[in-house]
């Protein structure tokens, strides 16, 4: 004798079992993200929506290459090698 066929753990009310939660609708495709690459590693990174202001000026893909703590610790790197 098991559980009833259908029977699920969590069934009966759970918090899972909230009324009038949906899933996310559909969404049209998006435009790509426009790019560009670091200064400082030389990589390509993407816009983001904190730079949505200055993207213009935005030279960096993240904070320790925008401060060149990246150039320095590559350089730090080939002097021990
Ligand atoms: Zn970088």
Redesign the pocket.
Known sequence: MGPAPGWRPGAGGGPEARPGQRRDPPRPMKPPLPQKI??????P?AWRRKWARDWEQVR???E???SGR?AKAKEKHRKGA
């Open positions: 670091c200064a400082a590693c030389g990589r990174f960096f893909c993240s320790a290459c925008r990246y």
